[in-house]
Nanobody
Framework: QVQLVESGGGLVQPGGSMRLSCAAS????????MGWYRQAPGKQRELVAT???????NYADSVKGRFTVSKDNAKNTMYLQMNSLKPEDTAVYHC??????????????WGQGTQVTVSS
């Protein structure tokens, strides 16, 4: 059971920057893919960005060019650098990890989430 803990959320002004962290309870070398999702009030959870064990990344169109996902395997931590933040980026951001144990056993883990509020 992998535990994920997010940190780094808070209040930021439009146009500002923020970095989120997601710390895993065990080595992320064993995790096939990690990602960030967000959920705004009254909306469904949506994909923000993902990063594979090999370092390939994928972004939602709404954040391309503004957000960067990265990871540090030595620290068992994934990051989300968010620049040029907009009010519509306001949401609870959740960390996700997918672990392929066998082809019949794929496990998904979620963090509790961290609130990001973009407002003047």
């Amino acid at each position: 059971q992998v535990q994920l803990v997010e940190s780094g959320g808070g209040l930021v002004q439009p146009g500002g920057s923020m970095r989120l962290s997601c710390a895993a309870s065990e080595s992320i070398d064993k995790i096939n893919s990690m990602g960030w999702y967000r959920q705004a009030p009254g909306k469904q959870r949506e994909l923000v960005a993902t990063i594979t064990s090999g370092g390939s990344t994928n972004y939602a169109d709404s954040v391309k060019g503004r957000f960067t996902v990265s990871k540090d395997n030595a620290k068992n931590t994934m990051y989300l650098q968010m620049n040029s933040l907009k009010p519509e980026d306001t949401a609870v951001y959740h960390c996700n990890a997918v672990q392929l144990i066998t082809i019949w056993d794929v496990r998904m883990y979620w963090g509790q989430g961290t609130q990001v509020t973009v407002s003047s």
